[in-house]
């Protein structure tokens, strides 16, 4: 059964400090999404990383792949309040080319102004 | 261009009634989903469709939970009877396609709680 652990649960920061969010994986998988969800609001995509090494950057977001040590990062760089909200990775196991995706636990991210 | 639709937006029931969640994709998705979200958690995914065919309902509890995409386009989750344990959020998302890398759509879900 694929597990798929995210830390920190909780995340206060202040505004203009960096920092990282780890997604850790039981099972081999090349495939890797990452989402942000306000409160009460549903999911938005952020990130599709599709190989081992891929990185990707948005703004202040910067997210990659170690497929190798099945570990995908969401790093934020001065961060900003508008951050604030929860991040999910969600881990593709899915077969023959097909999506089927197991999301992590969230990381809850406060931003402090 | 119009995002996933669901309705309703929030329901509260009394254990052993039924209940019904809609779903309209975007148009022209083939690909929808139906997820389960419990308070603090990530979704989970309870079925997918290609079209108006379960490709995978493996996650589905099936003694009393449905759904059906008749025509391939809306889509309708059901609880029959609907248990304490059911009370969370029930996201549905469309993509493209349901190939990998493909981005899921989520709408705003339907919040049900179950007294």
């Known amino acids: 059964e694929l597990k798929v652990e995210q830390n920190p649960l909780f995340l206060s920061m202040q505004e203009g400090k960096n920092y990282t969010i780890y997604c850790n994986y039981s099972t081999t998988s090349d495939r890797l999404y990452w989402y942000r969800q306000d409160p009460g609001k549903s999911l938005e995509s952020l990130f599709v990383?599709?190989?081992?090494?891929a990185v990707k950057q948005e703004g202040r977001l910067m997210a990659s792949l170690d497929t190798k040590a099945r570990l995908s990062t969401l790093h934020i760089t001065a961060a900003v309040h508008d951050l604030s909200a929860t991040y999910f990775c969600?881990?593709?196991?899915?077969?023959?080319?097909?999506?089927?995706?197991?999301f992590g636990t969230g990381t809850k991210l406060q931003v402090i102004p | 261009e119009a995002g996933v639709v669901q309705s309703p937006r929030y329901k509260i029931i009394e254990k052993k009634q039924p209940v019904a969640f809609w779903c309209n994709p975007i148009?022209?998705?083939?690909?929808l989903y139906w997820y389960r979200q419990n308070l603090g958690q990530g979704p989970e995914l309870l079925i997918r469709y290609e079209n108006e065919e379960a490709v995978d309902d493996s996650q589905l509890p099936k003694d009393r939970f449905s759904a059906e995409r008749l025509k391939g386009v809306d889509s309708t989750l059901k609880i029959q009877p609907a248990e304490l344990g059911d009370s969370a959020v029930y996201l549905c998302a469309s993509s493209r396609t349901g190939l990998a890398g493909d981005e899921q759509f989520f709408g705003p879900g339907t919040r049900l709680t179950v007294l």
């Open positions: 148009s022209g998705h083939n690909t």
């Open positions: 990383l599709l190989s081992n090494g």
């Open positions: 969600a881990v593709d196991r899915g077969a023959g080319g097909y999506q089927k995706v197991t």
